[in-house]
C-alpha cells in the first residue's frame, strides 16, 4: 500500500515534481550558503563595529545554537502544517532576517537578523528530506538525495571565495543585499508551485518536551562553542555547567518521548537497525570532515606558511568534486545498492586519515590537495547514500521524525567536533612545547603544531575503522510497516 502512495506522487500530474524539486533547491541552495558567507567577514564587522573577537564570532555560534534549538521541532510542525504553509513561512523569516541584517545599524541588530536566518536555514533542511521522502519511491531516492548533497557541499565550498570578492569590491552588507532577490524568487515560485504531499495530524503539543529540548540541546551547543573562548578549555566552570545542562536536558527530552504517545521527536526511529546504522555512519564522516575543515587551514596557515586565500583554494577543488559527484554516487546507489559505495570508499576514507596522520613540516602541497580529494569523495558516495538508506527503512508515518534526528546531527556534531578537535590539538601543542628545550623558536612551534594535527588525524583514523566495519554490516534497506503503532 505504502509503495502504491509514493507512485502516485511521483506520477500524479497534480503533483508537478520538478517545480517542486527547484522552489526547495534554490530556497535550501541561498540558505547554506549564507552559513559560510559570513566566514571571511568577521574581520571586517569587527572594524565597522568596533567589536572583538569573541563578540563577532556570535554570528556562527548564535547561527549554530538557534539551529540545535529549531530543528528538533520541526518533526511536530511538519505535522502541524502543509509542506506549502511551512517553506514559504520558513523562507519568509529568512528573508526578514536578511533584510534586518542588510540594513543593521549595529552589531546586535546584525546579530538579531542573522539569528532569523539560522530559524529559516534550521527548519528547511528537514523540510527538504521530507518532502523526497514522501514524492520518490525508495529505488529512486538516491539520485534526488545526491542532488541535495551536491546543494549542500557545493553552496558552503564556494561561500568564502564569493564572500571575499564581495566584501572587497561591493562591501559586507551586500552579503545580505544579494541574497534578498533569490529568497523572494523563492517564496514566489513556492507560492505558484509548492503543493502540500504530507498529511497534517496535528498532534498534541507537549510543552515540556519542548522545554527539555530548547535547554539540552541549546545548552549542548553553546558549551561546546564556548571551549574556544575560555583559556582553561574544557576545564571552564561555565564550559561544564552547560555542557552537564545540555546532556542533562536532552536525557530528560529522550526519556520523556519514549513515554508519550505522540512525541515531539519519535525517537523509535532507532529501533530500525539500517537507520542506527546510517546515524553511526554519519557522525563519523561528519568529524572526519570536520577534523579537516578546521584543522587543515590551522596547519597550512602554520607550518605550510600559506595565506588564508591559498588554504581556501586548495580546499575547493575537493569540496566541488564532492558536490559534483554526489548525483552520480546517488545514481550508483539505486543501482547498486550501499554496499558497493561503502565498502571500497570506507576503506579509501581509512587510508586518507592514515595518510592525513603523516603530514609533517616538509609535506608537499600536491599531498594535501590529493588527500583532500579522496576524504571528500569518499564523503560523497557514503554520507547521503548512508542517510537515504536509514530514511528508507522507516514507516511512512517516522519520516519527520527521522528527518529532525538527521538534521539535528548536523549542528550538535558540529560544534562538538570542533571544539574536541581543537582542544585535542592544543592539548598535543602544548605538550610538546613543555617537554621542547625551546618552545619559543619558531620552528618548535611548528612542530608542536603538527604533532597536534597528526595526533587528530590519527584519532580520526581510528574513528574511520569503525566505518570499514560498519560499511561490512550494511544491506539495501525496504520500508519496514510500524507493527508496534498500535501498541506503542
Known amino acids: 500500500m505504502e509503495q502504491k502512495q509514493y507512485e502516485y506522487l511521483v506520477d500524479n500530474p497534480n503533483v508537478k515534481v520538478l517545480p517542486i524539486m527547484l522552489t526547495l533547491i534554490i530556497g535550501a541552495f541561498f540558505a547554506i550558503l549564507n552559513e559560510t558567507l559570513l566566514n571571511i567577514a568577521l574581520v571586517t564587522l569587527m572594524d565597522e563595529f568596533t567589536i572583538t573577537l569573541p563578540t563577532v564570532q556570535w554570528m556562527a555560534t548564535g547561527f549554530m545554537l538557534v539551529m540545535a534549538v529549531v530543528i528538533p521541532v520541526s518533526a511536530l510542525l511538519l505535522q502541524w502544517f502543509t509542506i506549502r504553509q511551512l517553506f514559504i513561512g520558513t523562507m519568509t523569516v529568512f528573508t526578514i532576517g536578511t533584510i534586518i541584517a542588510a540594513s543593521a545599524p549595529t552589531f546586535a541588530i546584525l546579530l538579531t537578523g542573522r539569528l532569523f536566518q539560522a530559524v529559516g536555514t534550521g527548519l528547511l533542511m528537514p523540510i527538504i528530506f521530507n518532502v523526497f521522502l514522501l514524492i520518490y ?45 533569490f529568497s523572494l524568487f523563492s517564496i514566489a515560485f513556492g507560492y505558484k508551485y509548492l503543493v502540500n504531499v504530507s498529511e497534517v495530524t496535528k498532534p498534541k503539543i507537549d510543552y515540556v518536551s519542548l522545554v527539555f529540548s530548547t ?68 557522525l563519523i564522516i561528519i568529524m572526519a570532515m570536520f577534523a579537516s575543515e578546521i584543522i587543515l587551514p590551522i596547519y597550512m596557515q602554520g607550518p605550510l606558511a600559506l595565506t588564508a586565500a ?24 539505486d543501482k547498486y545498492g550501499p554496499r558497493v559505495l561503502m565498502i571500497p570508499s570506507s576503506i579509501v576514507l581509512c587510508a586518507t586519515m592514515f595518510m592525513m596522520s603523516r603530514l609533517t613540516i616538509d609535506t608537499p602541497i600536491w599531498i594535501v590537495v590529493v588527500s583532500y580529494i579522496l576524504l571528500m569523495l569518499t564523503v560523497s558516495a557514503i554520507m547521503m547514500p548512508a542517510e537515504t538508506n536509514g530514511l528508507n527503512q522507516l514507516p511512512k508515518r517516522l519520516y519527520p521524525h527521522g528527518t529532525a534526528v538527521m538534521s ?8 562538538i567536533g570542533v571544539s574536541v578537535f581543537i582542544s585535542i590539538m592544543n592539548a598535543r601543542q602544548l605538550k ?26 590519527f584519532i580520526a583514523f581510528a574513528m574511520s575503522i569503525v566505518s570499514v566495519i560498519l560499511s561490512f554490516t550494511v544491506y539495501r534497506a525496504k520500508p519496514i510497516e510500524d507493527v508496534t503503532e498500535s501498541k506503542v
Open 408 to 415: 539535528t546531527l548536523q549542528p550538535v556534531a558540529g560544534a
Open 310 to 333: 591559498t588554504a581556501g583554494l586548495i580546499l575547493l577543488p575537493g569540496s566541488i568534486l564532492n558536490g559534483i559527484m554526489s548525483p552520480f554516487m546517488g545514481h550508483l546507489f
Open 432 to 457: 610538546f612545547l613543555d617537554q621542547s628545550a625551546t618552545p619559543t623558536d619558531p620552528t618548535t612551534v611548528n612542530l608542536a603544531l603538527v604533532a597536534g594535527v597528526e595526533l587528530v588525524y
Open 137 to 181: 519511491p525508495p529505488e529512486r531516492r538516491g539520485k534526488i538525495m545526491g542532488l541535495i548533497g551536491l546543494v549542500i557541499m557545493f553552496a558552503p565550498a564556494i561561500g568564502p571565495t564569493l564572500s571575499g570578492v564581495i566584501v572587497h569590491y561591493l562591501g559586507w552588507r551586500y552579503l545580505f543585499i544579494l541574497v534578498i532577490p
Open 215 to 282: 535547554i539540552g540541546f541549546g545548552s549542548l551547543v553553546y558549551g561546546f562553542s564556548s571551549v574556544g573562548e575560555s583559556a582553561n578549555g574544557f576545564a571552564s566552570p561555565i564550559v561544564l555547567l552547560f555542557i552537564g545542562t545540555g546532556v542533562i536536558g536532552i536525557a530528560l527530552f529522550a526519556m520523556r518521548q519514549l513515554k508519550l504517545q505522540e512525541p515531539v521527536m519519535d525517537l523509535r526511529v532507532f529501533r530500525y537497525p539500517m537507520f542506527t546504522h546510517a546515524v553511526l555512519m554519519f
